[in-house]
Every structure is written in structure tokens, then in C-alpha cells.
């Protein structure tokens, strides 16, 4: 058997510096060096996504001429298209993603790293177009227009979503999650990236390996895990016995947890309020009610807080987005946070190759082929 590493997973470790942002128990998330509760106040996904990218907040005219420029890239080449159209409708559409990613490099590559803020941008326009034209193409038969006035990231994914405009409501909460997602520091995902980009490779591999990486249910892929546990439940009583009853089993409960915060995840009590402002308005609360139990049994039973992931999934819901598109959106947000972690490796650059402790055998014997047994 082999020994727990002390370390393992590189739990702890200062693997590379980043300027991008801070992920702390006692002062909680900042990208660079705002705080999270004001960004997702007062900004946008978009100034998010510039401040990230260009390292500064950007001005009035340097806002709308930004969202102007994401607006004007967010149809998709006729052969990227094509590659959608054949994708079943029973393909995960985080494989999606990792495959319309990797057809737009085949179509626009980035070429040189001059080029690099033409190509992520162009990533970050057509990541909502990717996965609803494929979900409107397998599961409803619809070649959408991915062509509309909404002038934000948020109100252009729910419009192709449901095909009508969206309240300004869910405007308001897709574009937090959106502003909620789109930065944290070195998680699994940018790491991948980062790893991928300090090799010298080009952005869109980076991105098509991190987002391999954001797939699991482990990181990225909790929100749809959290929303197929807690739809099973019918009322808080028949929550709290289930949550009991995983947790003797020694089960994950997915939303729970953090491998950097232990105190609590700031994003959660944002996306919470969300959550329960939307819960006001449906005609059935139970989820949320249902989700709120969990967050209060496992914080009684293991002293768990909720991350934020978990009320993502209430959210979501009500706002009428199938459990499958869940991840993408992550996609959709983290890729401005992705690629910005690749600028700035690229700026900085030395290749990520750290070491391993060998635990096999000290010297082998050779057994000819014939020989072996
Ligand atoms: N539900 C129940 N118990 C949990 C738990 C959860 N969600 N997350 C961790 N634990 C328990 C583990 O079983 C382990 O218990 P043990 O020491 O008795 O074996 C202990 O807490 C430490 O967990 P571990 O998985 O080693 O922590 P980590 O720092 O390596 O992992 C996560 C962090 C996020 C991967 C982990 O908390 C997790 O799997 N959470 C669920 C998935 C999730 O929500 N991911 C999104 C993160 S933003």
C-alpha cells in the first residue's frame, strides 16, 4: 500500500505567483483586489472579464466598446456549425464544449501570441453560442439565431436558451454567476491551463485541456451533481434523513467543502440571496427550502459550508436551465479567468514540471519475453 504523501494533491503549496486574484480564508475572493461581494453588486461579467484581461477596470467608453466587440463575434463559423450539428444529443455537453473549442483553433488558429486577445476574446463570445446551438439542435431540432440585440453575456444565453427575452431578474442573477465564476486563482482548471501554456502552446489547447480539467465532479461539475441530489427530496424532513444517512455511509455530498477555504466561500451567500429571490417567485420553493436543510444539517453534523456550487443549483433551476448546462456556464465565465492566467504565464514564462515521489521498485529484474511467466 502506499503511503498518504504529506502535501498530496500540492494542498497548501505555492506552485507559481499570479496577480490575478486572492483566495482567503478571513478576507475571502478578490480579483485584483476587488472584492467579489462589490464586483457582483456593482459590475458586470464583461467589466469583470476586461479588468481580468487587461488588467484594469475599464472606462464608460472602453466598457461599451468591449461589449460591442464580444457582441460582434458571437456567431459561429458554418463549419464549427457542421461539427455541432453531429454531435448527439446524449454526448455530456462539457464534451461539447472541449470539442467546439478545439474546432474554433482549428478554424481561427491563434498563430502567434501577438494575436492572443483577439483569440480569447473570440472564445469568450462564442462560448454560449457553442452549447445552446448544440442543445437546440440535438434536443429541439432548432438551428437558432445566434445573432440578437441582448448586449450582455448574461441576457444573450438565456434569450438563445428559451428563445424570448429574459426579465431583468435573471439578467441581474445569470450575470453574478457569471462575475461569481469567472476568477479563482489556482484551482484545478487554470492550473491545467497554466501547465498547458507554459509549454508554449496555443490558447485554445489551453483552454480545451482546462476545460477536461473543470469537468469533474470533484471542481466544475458539482453544481449538476448538487441540483441531481437534492431534486430527488420532496420536503426538508425527507433532506435531512437522506444527508444523514450518506454521511454515515461516509458520502460526498456534492456542494459541500473547499480545498483552499475553510471557513466559508464567499460566493455563496451571494448566490444564495439569489437563489431565494427567484424561490419567492416560482410557484413551487421546495428546492430552495430543500437546499437550505442541507447547507443547515451539514454545517450542524461536519461543520460544512456550502460552496459555491451548491445554491448554484436552485438557481438555475429557476431560471428554467437544464441540470446538463450547468457546467458549461462555468465554462462559459471561467474562460476569462483561464485565459488571463495563460497571458500572464506567457509573460513570465518558465515550464511547469514539478517532481515525484518514486515509490516503486528500487531495480528490476529483465525477464526475457519468452520467459515471462
Ligand atoms: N461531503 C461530505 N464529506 C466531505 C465533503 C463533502 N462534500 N468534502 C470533504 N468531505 C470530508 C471527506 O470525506 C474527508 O473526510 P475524512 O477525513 O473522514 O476522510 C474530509 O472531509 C476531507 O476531504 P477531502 O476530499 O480530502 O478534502 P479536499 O480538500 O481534498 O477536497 C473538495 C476538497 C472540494 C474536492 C471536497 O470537499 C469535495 O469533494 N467536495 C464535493 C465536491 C465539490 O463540491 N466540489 C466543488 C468545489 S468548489
Redesign the pocket.
Known amino acids: 500500500m502506499t503511503k498518504k504523501l504529506e502535501g498530496a494533491?500540492l494542498?497548501g503549496q505555492v506552485a507559481g505567483e499570479t496577480s490575478l486574484s486572492t483566495v482567503g480564508q478571513i478576507e475571502g475572493l478578490a480579483y485584483r483586489g476587488h472584492k467579489i461581494e462589490l464586483l457582483a453588486e456593482k459590475s458586470s461579467f464583461e467589466e469583470v472579464a476586461y479588468l481580468l484581461i487587461y488588467d484594469k477596470l475599464p472606462n464608460q467608453q472602453e466598457l461599451s466598446d468591449y461589449k460591442e466587440l464580444l457582441k460582434s463575434h458571437r456567431d459561429l463559423p458554418v463549419a464549427l456549425k457542421e461539427v455541432l450539428q453531429k454531435i448527439p444529443a446524449t454526448a455530456h455537453p462539457m464534451d461539447v464544449m472541449r470539442t467546439g473549442t478545439s474546432m474554433l483553433g482549428n478554424l481561427e488558429p491563434e498563430g502567434e501570441f501577438s494575436n492572443q486577445l483577439n483569440s480569447i476574446n473570440r472564445m469568450i463570445a462564442t462560448m454560449p453560442s457553442i452549447v445552446t446551438y448544440w442543445y437546440k439542435y440535438s434536443h429541439e431540432g432548432l438551428d437558432i439565431n445566434l445573432v440578437n440585440d441582448e448586449e450582455s453575456m448574461a441576457g444573450h444565453f438565456l434569450h438563445i436558451l428559451h428563445g424570448k427575452t429574459p426579465s431583468d431578474l435573471h439578467r441581474k442573477v445569470m450575470d453574478v454567476s457569471l462575475i461569481l465564476y469567472a476568477e479563482h486563482e489556482f484551482n484545478a482548471s487554470t492550473f491545467t491551463a497554466r501547465v498547458c501554456a507554459s509549454t508554449m502552446s496555443d490558447i485554445h489547447s489551453c483552454v480545451v485541456a482546462a476545460i477536461g480539467s473543470l469537468r469533474g465532479?470533484?471542481?466544475g461539475g458539482?453544481n449538476e451533481k448538487a441540483m441531481e441530489l437534492i431534486e430527488n427530496w420532496k420536503s426538508k424532513d425527507e433532506a435531512k434523513s437522506n444527508v444523514l444517512e450518506m454521511?454515515n455511509k461516509?458520502e460526498?455530498?456534492?456542494?459541500?467543502?473547499?480545498?483552499v477555504y475553510s471557513i466559508r466561500d464567499p460566493r455563496n451567500a451571494v448566490i444564495k440571496e439569489y437563489a431565494k429571490q427567484l424561490s419567492k417567485l416560482a410557484d413551487d420553493n421546495t428546492l430552495y427550502l430543500v437546499a437550505d436543510e442541507v447547507e443547515k444539517v451539514m454545517a450542524d453534523e461536519?461543520n460544512?459550508f456550502a460552496?459555491?456550487?451548491f445554491f448554484h443549483a436552485p438557481a438555475y433551476f429557476y431560471m428554467g436551465i437544464p441540470t446538463k448546462l450547468f457546467t458549461p456556464i462555468f465554462v462559459m465565465s471561467r474562460v476569462s479567468g483561464w485565459t488571463a492566467h495563460c497571458m500572464e504565464q506567457r509573460a513570465n514564462n518558465r515550464i511547469i514540471r514539478p517532481s515525484a515521489e518514486y515509490t516503486g521498485v528500487e531495480s528490476s529484474d529483465w525477464i526475457d519475453i519468452n520467459d515471462r511467466p
Not at 253 to 259: E, K, N, P, T, W
Open positions: 494533491g494542498r465532479p470533484l471542481h458539482a454521511l461516509k460526498k455530498i456534492m456542494g459541500f467543502g473547499h480545498a461536519k460544512m460552496n459555491a456550487d
